[in-house]
């Protein structure tokens, strides 16, 4: 295994690393208290830069616009601009779009990769997949529910999702819905390309979280689908392919989430160790740092997020040397550590602050109510943790 960094990468890095200091962190205070469209306006005003630096699209096909990275290379790239929860939008690497760029490119038709994947990786429309439903286990995707019929050339489309990402807003929606219910349990359902602006496609509301809807790019909607009706060559891919397009989906996202994860951890942990120093807890100018529970703290996290980021390059190298199914041990240990890390660096870092930890005054709050769910999407811990360990166990029988 090499991991040795290019000397081009080297300076990409370190240019992204700065930029995201000095222009998207000082726009985070709009994020949590503006109004959505003036961190929208600085979003846009930032695209322009990244725009202008060379830095756009960067794990996405060159031959649509983007720097074509390896997965190594973006994981890195993803690790700096997840230091910031605007990062990726601004280097226009965000999930959802980013996993349906992947399987646009591989699976999309010409004229379907000239009708939504250009505009796409050009960061001209949004996107969303519309996958999960509410009363269907979303650890199981063979109970979907959701169903697309033949009528004529076209598919009617009818069924309840929830937690469609970024659907407020987006273009097109790549759907799964059940084509045959008769076929194998792995060939019933396919992926479909919806344009929101389809009669039939209902965005009901977008779902609080924690508190919190938020809107625009920002948010997960509940979605009905009610005698939604496009042409068949809205197909993507195969019929009865959309289970193993998504499993194509899920192992390159899940190193962009792990490795945007991670950047959440480095800050985390920065904004943990700057608190402890500088807060005073004694007459004499002892500070927090003194204190050795801190250093405890701040040395297991360290080492805890070294190993986390070795973990994920290493399943990054699998997939570029050897493929996604090589690397599926990999992929399904890093998602389920990897979440945890970022989630006790969070959880340490407000612990440090004290009371201003769980207020708005630090970036900590926003991560402990989004960020929450990482231990859950794309597959929940247990889902991972049994699935990894009944392979491994098999080999031992």
Known sequence: ?????????????????????????????????????????????????????????????????????????????????????????????????AGNIEILHTHATEEQRDRFLRPLVAGEIRSCFSMTEPETAGSNPLLLATTAVKDGDDYVINGQKWFTSSADGAAFAIVMAVTDPDAPPYARTSMIIVPTDTPGFNLVRNVSVMGHAGSGHASHAEVIYQGCRVPQSNLLGPEGGGFVIAQERLGPGRIH??????????????????????????????????????????????????????????????????????????????????????????????????????????????????????????GADEVHKTSLGRRLLRRYA
Request: proline share 3%; aromatic share 6%.
């Open 257 to 378: 989430h792990c490795m945007r994860w991670l950047g959440i951890a480095s800050r985390a942990f920065d904004l943990m160790c700057a608190r402890a120093n500088e807060r005073v807890i004694s007459p004499d100018g002892e500070t927090l740092a003194d204190r050795q529970v801190i250093q405890h703290w701040a040395a297991e996290l360290d080492a805890e997020i070294r190993g986390a980021r070795l973990q994920t390059l290493h399943a990054a190298w699998m997939i570029d040397t050897h493929g996604a199914k090589a690397a599926r041990d990999e992929i399904s240990a890093i998602k389920f550590s990897v979440a945890n890390t970022m989630l006790r660096a969070v959880d340490t870092a407000i612990q440090v602050h004290g009371a201003l930890g769980v207020t708005d005054d630090t970036i900590l709050s926003y991560w402990y109510r989004h960020e929450r769910a990482a231990r859950i999407y794309d």
């Open 1 to 97: 295994m090499d991991f040795q960094v290019s000397e081009k990468m080297t300076t990409m890095l370190a240019m992204v690393g700065e930029f995201v200091d000095r222009e998207l962190v000082p726009i985070e205070n709009e994020m949590l208290f503006g109004t959505s469209g003036g961190v929208d306006r600085m979003v846009a005003d930032a695209q322009v830069k990244v725009r202008q630096m060379g830095l756009w699209a960067p794990n996405h096909p060159v031959e649509f616009g983007g720097l074509g990275l390896s997965m190594v290379e973006h994981g890195l790239l993803s690790e700096a601009t997840g230091r910031s929860p605007l990062g990726h939008t601004v280097f226009g690497s965000q999930a959802p779009d």
